[in-house]
Structure formats: structure tokens, C-alpha cells
């Protein structure tokens, strides 16, 4: 009876044993498995915007893979990406963005992303991001200042410069009317502070400079641009703007990056703009993985994670067990995160 007691005791043992040892895994940050979600989270991400411009990855601090009934795998990956300086409806991919500098006033975007692959296909299932510019004042003295979407000022460069384009523009040519406002900035200088415009626009019915009854095609049939004006609300110091055609380009073999990932098909949501430019990233909820983005809903797991920037000798230290009735498990493997930032 008393070998039946211990049996039973045992068992209960191992069971809890199974129960505490979670299928969770922890990949390195910097794995091409790892990489390939982050890009794919990316691009969907990208997907998304409405508004603004497209964001590239810098770094993946965190992940994790969870086994799926169906024979896949989930990723939850904890990433951060940075503002680019293409417009979303700019069709370069993001592989060829220029990220916009610290001195412009940089972007950062803090994302949870979780990912379904099955059968080899990467999809995004739900993520949530938290983005902020960087205060100028702490990168630099007299580096632009980041200013409200409707400062008069500010408008009044964006009115004055759209319309010098409009004027070189030959006869024949549609102009073009406002479309947005993506980003306003203004910058001390001698005498009067100059003023910084980045904004979108579109191809009207026009091809009258003097016509003021021009009215926007409608999209896609619609040309558009962006447009990156500086001087002061009397007098525009200079202007460029760059047409868009519907055509993809490329992806630069040399620079870094798979190129676009075809996004899955999932609601098309909104993005939510900021008071200081559009640089707001909408977010994605399926109730079934809204537990994989909460860290109150985080699964048990025996890996640790290192921090890369640990001193060597640290990353071999173990905790020590205390003796256990329970055969010793396995020693942990190291996982090595966050990864390596790829821009700054």
C-alpha cells in the first residue's frame, strides 16, 4: 500500500514537472528565422499606414516560439523600428528608405508583434506599437523643432511652395492640390527662424495655374508626390517634390533587407495622427492572441535570457539548484538578445 502512496506521489510529481517545463523557445535575436519575422512584421506593419512614412527595422530585443496545434509555430517578437524618410505612398521598398536622422528629429516605434508560420508562410496575427519623436533639444543646439500641423507659419510655406511647383510645371502638365500635411518644422536662424515642410499631394483636373476651381482626380487614377519645401512664410528659399508612379521598384541588392513580404489579408485599419506630424502606428487585435501580447499573460518558461551587453564572464553563470527529488533537467540554453541595432 505504501509503494501504491509513493507511486501516486510521484506521479503527481511529474506531471507538475511537465506543466513547468513550457514547449515555449527562445531563438537568438539575430537568427535568420528570427530576422525573416521581423522583416515579414515590418512590411505588414508598413502595409498598414494610412498616413506619414514608412518605418524600417533597427533592432529585435526580445522573442520567443510557441508551438501550434497545426504543426506551426507562433512568434512573439519585441522589436524596434525607426522613421524612414519614404512617404507610404512612396512605392520604394523600405530596404531602400533613408532612415531619418537624430538631428531631424527621429521616430522611434516600440512594437509587440505575434506572428503564425504555417506551412513555411509567415502572417501577422496581431501587434501593438508605441512610437515617439526624440526631443531635438537632445541631440543638438539649433536642430529643428518639431511644430503643430496647423501652425499658420508653417501653412503658409506649405501654400506658397506648392504653388511655386505648380508654376514650373509645364502647360500641359496637371497640377497638383494639397493632399497632407506630414511633418512641419522650424529651425533658428540669423535674422528670422526658417521654417521645414514635408507634405503629400495629388494630381488634379487642372492644367491652369490660375485655375482655383481644380479639383483632385480620383485614386489610384490620381498621380501623386511628395513634396519637402524650407524658407520662411514670404519668401520659399526652395522646393522639391517627387512624383510617384504605380510601378515597384527594385529592392538594392547591396543594401540590407529581403525587400516587401506580401502582407496577409486582414482588415484594412486607420491610423491614428499625431499632433506633431503622422508618425502613429495603428495596431492590430485578434482576441485568440491578445494573451500573447500581454505581459500579464505571459507563459512560464525555464530559458533565461542574456543580455548581449553582459559582461562574458556572466553569461556563463547558472543558478544554483537545491537538491531534488526529480531527475536534474537538461542544462539551460542561452539565448542572446536583444540583437544587433542596425542604424543607431
Known amino acids: 500500500m505504501r509503494a501504491v502512496g509513493i507511486a501516486v506521489f510521484l506521479g503527481l510529481l511529474a506531471g507538475a514537472w511537465s506543466q513547468v517545463a513550457s514547449p515555449v523557445l527562445r531563438p537568438d535575436c539575430d537568427s535568420p528565422e528570427v530576422e525573416e519575422a521581423a522583416l515579414a512584421a515590418q512590411d505588414y506593419m508598413n502595409s498598414q499606414l494610412t498616413h506619414g512614412y514608412k518605418y524600417a527595422l533597427n533592432q529585435i530585443d526580445e522573442v520567443k516560439t510557441i508551438p501550434r496545434p497545426d504543426g506551426g509555430e507562433n512568434y512573439v517578437v519585441e522589436m524596434d523600428l ?40 509567415l502572417s501577422v496575427v496581431a501587434y501593438k506599437c508605441k512610437s515617439e519623436p526624440e526631443s531635438a533639444e537632445d541631440v543638438c543646439l539649433g536642430c529643428p523643432q518639431l511644430v503643430p500641423l496647423n ?36 529651425q533658428p536662424l540669423a ?20 485655375d482655383d476651381n481644380c479639383v483632385p482626380l480620383a485614386s489610384p487614377v490620381a498621380r501623386k508626390g511628395f513634396c519637402v519645401a524650407a524658407g520662411t512664410p514670404a519668401f520659399t528659399a526652395a522646393v522639391d517634390c517627387a512624383l510617384f508612379t504605380n510601378e515597384v521598384v527594385p529592392v538594392d541588392p547591396t543594401l540590407n533587407g529581403t525587400g516587401p513580404v506580401a502582407p496577409p489579408v486582414v482588415p484594412k485599419l486607420q491610423t491614428t495622427h499625431g499632433l506633431k506630424h503622422h508618425h502613429r502606428l495603428s495596431s492590430v487585435n485578434v482576441p485568440a492572441a491578445t494573451g500573447l501580447l500581454s505581459e500579464s499573460e505571459e507563459s512560464q518558461e525555464v530559458v533565461p535570457v542574456v543580455k548581449r551587453q553582459a559582461p562574458m564572464d556572466t553569461l556563463l553563470e547558472l543558478p ?25
Request: glycine residues 4%; contains cysteine.
Open 191 to 210: 535674422g528670422a527662424p526658417q521654417y521645414l515642410a514635408e507634405y503629400a499631394i495629388i494630381e488634379t483636373n487642372c492644367t491652369n495655374d490660375d
Open 82 to 121: 525607426l522613421e524612414t524618410k519614404c512617404h507610404v505612398l512612396d512605392p520604394t521598398p523600405v530596404a531602400n528608405c533613408t532612415v531619418r536622422p537624430r538631428q531631424e528629429t527621429k521616430v522611434e516605434a516600440d512594437c509587440d508583434v505575434v506572428l503564425s508560420k504555417v506551412g513555411g508562410v
Open 151 to 186: 501652425d499658420t507659419s508653417a501653412l503658409q510655406l506649405v501654400d506658397a511652395s506648392l504653388g511655386r511647383f505648380n508654376r514650373v510645371l509645364d502647360n500641359d502638365t496637371a497640377r497638383f492640390a494639397l493632399l497632407e500635411v506630414d511633418r512641419l518644422a522650424t
Open 320 to 344: 544554483v539548484v537545491p537538491a531534488d527529488p526529480l531527475p536534474p533537467a537538461a542544462a539551460p540554453v542561452l539565448q542572446l538578445c536583444p540583437g544587433r541595432k542596425r542604424h543607431f
